[in-house]
């Protein structure tokens, strides 16, 4: 039987689903932690199996945001817990061109190229009016709704990763731990799931093997990549607070209301 999380480990047993897991139990604003048990954040679920189902019905997951565009979801369709009854939101569009793992061009041929094109995907996600779109609403429901959350898209680590940076940064979390939380996604046990659902596509784009260094680029994280996220909103925006407000429209009210529902 598949076990759920618990303090001992953030990350939710699965067979099907890459890097399930509770982004709860930091430190965040006076003292507080943010709350275990109610914000969950995921790759996608095309593969779940009947045990994992099982496993998230535990969870009283309420809400699920899915920040894949409408291509994918079409090529990718996710299982949910028979008779969920709750509510899937997503972008009524695309909210990238492809996944940004497997944005990727003929010059991906190293773990260097590999690298760039990251670097190049956590450039172009703060000036995306989708992602920003949905990074919003994202929040709106953490404020407003009971039960847990559930945030994925293909993979589950950048634009999910920056979602859940988005809101521990909210929750006065340090910037040591986001990126712990960031990085968290490398401790993933379930790295061969994204595998087989990525590089087979990878691999057929190109037209040629990818090697294996260049593939953990593109599954895996990387601080350098959220410190690009960072620089370019400060770059554009003066600093993260000045794009929660003026590009997502954080205001006092909304952050107050997170606070209330999600510090202990």
């Not at 496993?55 to 309420?62: K, Q, V």
């Not at 779109?133 to 429901?141: A, E, P, W």
């Not at 929660?244 to 429209?249: A, H, K, Q, T, V």
Request: with cysteine; glycine share 10%.
């Amino acid at each position: 039987m598949i076990r759920t999380s618990s303090a001992d480990t953030p990350f939710v047993p699965t067979e099907g689903i890459h890097n399930f897991r509770d982004f709860g139990g930091w430190p965040g604003a006076g003292g507080g932690f943010v709350r275990r048990g109610v914000l969950y954040r995921s790759g996608q679920h095309v593969g779940a199996t009947d045990a994992d189902l099982a496993a998230i019905a535990e969870l009283d997951i309420r809400t699920v945001i899915d920040l894949r565009g409408k291509s994918e979801r079409e090529r990718n369709p996710c299982r949910r817990v028979e008779g969920f009854a709750g509510e899937v939101l997503f972008f009524d569009g695309e909210t990238s061109s492809s996944p940004p793992h497997m944005d990727i061009g003929p010059d991906t041929t190293t773990a260097q190229f590999a690298r760039e094109r990251m670097l190049a995907v956590y450039t172009r996600m703060p000036c995306n009016p989708a992602m920003s779109d949905m990074f919003s609403r994202y929040l709106r429901v953490l404020a407003d709704r009971d039960g847990a959350s559930l945030v994925h898209c293909f993979a589950g680590k950048d634009r999910t990763g920056v979602a859940a940076t988005l809101v521990l940064h909210i929750l006065g979390v340090s910037e040591e731990d986001q990126l712990a939380e960031f990085l968290r996604t490398n401790d993933a046990p379930t790295l061969d799931v994204l595998r087989q659902q990525s590089v087979p596509g990878i691999e057929a784009r190109l037209g040629r093997k990818l090697e294996e260094a260049g593939i953990r680029a593109l599954l895996e994280v990387d601080g350098d990549y959220l410190a690009t996220f960072r620089e370019t909103v400060a770059k554009d925006h003066g600093s993260l607070d000045g794009y929660l407000d003026r590009e997502i429209g954080v205001d006092e009210a909304l952050r107050e209301a997170l606070h209330t529902r999600l510090l202990d």
